[in-house]
């Protein structure tokens, strides 16, 4: 399990360095940034949401499949489309871009709840389970679409830094408390949900999401953008902040998906990336801590 954690993380991760410059330099070209991200991220939603359908399945949900796909598709592409019509005000208001992203981002989920009803209308037979169904595929679109824009508008809005730091602190803080955990932990923090999960696991994890963060937005973003080394402390204090919120919050969303799958009585999300599961054993702490990094961002609490 640890070898091909560690051979699959690594690739992954060089893979993820490569479409991150890619989307970049793109960028840089033609002023359209998510070029190569967007159609990435779709790929994944379209594996994320074959596992979460197949969870639901199991514990005998059966939203329309259709549904779920074309709702959450739907608020990925809404979003970005917002995000890239007001691509000239992305370096000087970035909160407008953002804000305006939000605002449609929110009209494309009322859709797909209304995609979700039509859905389950049509298909109507007999009274029984219905409303059920219906509840599975609203969940679905919210967790994944609704969750997901997030990342996009952390990228649109606020550029790839913005993207990297926050994925960068949530993973940070996973290997943390897996091998710090595995270390020294005693203490079950959530034995019902996640018996491998320790309180000094947690604290380690959240130690390396600090060490992290820091060293993302105060020493890697600015060596890059070719600006000192950030030394103040209001800076330093918040990218600390940052740390440990997005480290916190990427736990609840490991924890969230662990809590799915118990319920359905499910050990992976899926068998498609040996060692870890599926895509959404990946992406479920990512999901939860894309709109707190992305509150960090908007509301300017890293100066």
């Known amino acids: 399990m640890l070898k091909w954690r560690l051979i699959i993380g690594t690739a992954v991760v060089l ?16 002023s359209v940034p998510g070029l190569v991200l967007l159609p990435l991220l779709i790929a994944c939603v ?3 949401c074959h596992e979460l359908l197949r969870m639901l399945n199991a514990a005998g949900i059966y939203p329309r499949r259709s549904s779920v796909y074309l709702g959450v598709l739907w608020c990925i592409v809404c979003c970005w489309l917002a995000c890239h019509k007001t691509l000239p005000l992305v370096q000087s208001e ?62 649109i809005a ?10 960068i602190t949530t993973k940070m803080c996973d290997i943390g408390a897996y091998f710090v ?13 996640s018996p491998g999960k ?5 604290v380690g994890g959240l130690s390396f999401a600090v060490l992290a963060a820091w060293l993302t937005l105060d020493v890697v973003i600015p060596s890059m953008k070719g600006l000192p080394i950030i030394r103040e402390p209001a800076q330093i204090i918040g990218a600390v902040a940052f740390g440990m919120a997005i480290g916190a919050f990427g736990a609840i969303g490991d924890l969230a998906e662990s809590f799915l799958k118990r319920d ?9 990336i040996p060692g870890f599961g599926g895509i959404l054993d990946i992406f479920d702490s990512l999901l939860i801590a894309a709109p707190v990094a992305f509150a960090f961002w908007a509301f300017g609490l890293i100066p």
């Open 264 to 272: 359905v009585c499910q050990k992976d999300s899926g068998q498609s």
């Open 181 to 193: 955990g595995r270390a020294i932990g005693r203490h079950k923090m959530a034995a019902n949900l």
């Open 94 to 155: 970035g909160w407008n871009v953002a804000s305006k992203a939000c605002v449609l981002t929110l009209l494309a989920m009322a859709l797909g709840v209304i995609i979700a009803f039509t859905g389950e209308m049509v298909r109507y037979k007999e009274p029984g389970g219905n409303v059920i169904n219906l509840s599975g595929a609203i969940f679905a679109i919210a967790y994944l679409g609704l969750l997901g824009c997030f990342i996009i508008m952390l990228r």
């Open 198 to 202: 320790t309180v000094e696991g947690a």
């Open 46 to 48: 379209g594996f994320l």
């Open 15 to 30: 893979l993820l360095i490569g479409f991150f410059w890619l989307d970049h330099y793109l960028e840089t070209l033609w």
């Open 158 to 167: 606020y550029g790839v830094g913005a993207v990297v730091s926050m994925i």
